[in-house]
Structures are given as structure tokens and as C-alpha cells.
């Protein structure tokens, strides 16, 4: 069964750094790409970036370009996405999700539960 | 950027009741879109891909049409566990989203 697992949700005050996880299993990590999803409390979804966790290349939307850092450990089978600084703006809910397709862009078939990001001093 | 339009934004319906959600797109999107269903607290679970393939598991009473910039999400006999929030994606250029329609019980 494939799974995408997130780590707990975090607490943290402006200007503190974060790095949240997702951890796949049930299926070859390194042969489909991670994304993650922000969704701001009661809004739309986002796409901010993508991985292939086989060779770490990476993309990223303009809009986070800059302000996140997308990263795995293919050998934990783990994706990664941190912040240096937060801000309190970047309180959200944050999923990562799976790609089928080898090809970019594509749909996301496999959705983690989801990493509730608080900041607030 | 390829923006994503849904409407209605909110739709109040009856169990049993036929639903249509539409999605249009800025620019053609060929037929690279994906529907998904979002309950309160929960993760966004994919119904349909390439704008009318069913995704394993859904039942068939979801069905998606369209192609280019106009699309629809067509639920044929809503059901009590159908309330939710349905989202549009693009994944032409890269992935945009659309802002959601609420299916809400009338």
C-alpha cells in the first residue's frame, strides 16, 4: 500500500528556521516524483515545488522560489521542506504528494495527511 | 500562469440530486486536468485525471468531461459522503489550482 507519512505539526515563532517530513513507503521512492502543497487556513491549494527523489532535481513555483528549500534522503526514502525564517504568513496546512508520471508536470495521486505549520510569536 | 476558474463557488444539493461543477481555464489546457475532493480536515483525495479518467477506487457515479479550457465534474446521485470541497488542477503549465466549489446540503 503507498503511503506518505508527515511528521507533527509544529509551533514556532517568526524568524525561527523548520524542516518538515514526508516519508513514502509501498512503492520505488526514487523513481516518482514528491511535490508539496500549501493551503493557508480556509483557502485554495498551491503547488510550491517538486523533487525526484532518484537525481534531486528539483522545481520550484516563482511564488516560493527563494523562500523554501525542497530536499530528500533517498536512502530513508524521506522528501524534505524547510524554512530558514519563518514568517507568521507562512502559517498553513502543508501536504506532500506523489507523482505518477515520469514526465513533468502531472497529476498527484498520493496525498500525505497533511503538516499543520503555526507561527506566531 | 495558467489561472483556474471554478463556479459555482458554493452549491447547496439533496442526496440524490445531480451535481455539475465547472472549471475554465485561461488558455487551453488540452485535456491535463484533474479533479479532487477535500473533506473538512482531511487531505485532498484525486477523483479523476486527464480531465475523464476515473481514478482507481471511485465510484462511478463521478465522471469528468471537457477539453481545452472548459470542463466539467458531473456527480450523477449525490451522495451523503459527496458533501465537500472539489478543486480543479491544471497540470499543463506547470500546476494551478482552481479556488474550490463547496457542496453543501440543502
Known amino acids: 500500500e503507498v503511503q506518505l507519512v508527515q511528521s507533527g505539526a509544529e509551533v514556532k515563532k517568526p524568524g525561527e528556521s523548520l524542516k518538515i517530513s514526508c516519508k513514502g513507503s509501498?512503492?520505488?521512492?526514487?523513481?516518482?516524483?514528491i511535490g508539496w502543497v500549501r493551503q493557508m487556513p480556509g483557502k485554495g491549494l498551491e503547488w510550491m515545488g517538486i523533487?525526484?527523489?532518484?537525481?534531486?532535481?528539483?522545481r520550484y513555483s516563482p511564488s516560493f522560489q527563494g523562500q523554501v528549500t525542497i530536499s530528500a534522503d533517498k536512502s530513508i526514502s524521506t522528501a524534505y521542506l524547510q524554512w530558514s525564517s519563518l514568517k507568521a504568513s507562512d502559517t498553513a496546512m502543508y501536504y506532500c504528494?506523489?507523482?505518477?508520471?515520469?514526465?513533468?508536470?502531472?497529476?498527484?495521486?498520493?496525498w500525505g495527511q497533511g503538516t499543520l505549520v503555526t507561527v506566531s510569536s | 500562469d495558467i489561472q483556474m476558474t471554478q463556479s459555482p463557488s458554493t452549491l447547496s444539493a439533496s442526496v440524490g440530486d445531480r451535481v455539475t461543477i465547472t472549471c475554465r481555464a485561461s488558455?487551453?489546457?488540452?485535456?491535463?486536468l484533474a479533479w479532487y475532493q477535500q473533506k473538512p480536515g482531511k487531505a485532498p483525495k484525486l477523483l479523476i485525471y486527464k480531465a475523464s479518467s476515473l481514478e482507481s477506487g471511485v465510484p462511478s457515479r463521478f465522471s469528468g468531461s471537457g477539453s481545452g479550457t472548459e470542463f466539467t465534474l458531473t456527480i450523477s446521485s449525490l451522495q451523503p459522503d459527496d458533501f465537500a470541497t472539489y478543486y480543479c488542477?491544471?497540470?499543463?503549465?506547470?500546476?494551478?489550482f482552481g479556488q474550490g466549489t463547496k457542496v453543501e446540503i440543502k
Open positions: 509501498g512503492y520505488s521512492f526514487t523513481s516518482y516524483w
Open positions: 504528494v506523489r507523482q505518477p508520471a515520469m514526465v513533468l508536470p502531472g497529476y498527484f495521486d498520493y
Open positions: 488558455q487551453s489546457i488540452s485535456s491535463w
Open positions: 523533487i525526484y527523489p532518484g537525481d534531486s532535481d528539483t
Open positions: 488542477q491544471q497540470y499543463n503549465s506547470p500546476w494551478t
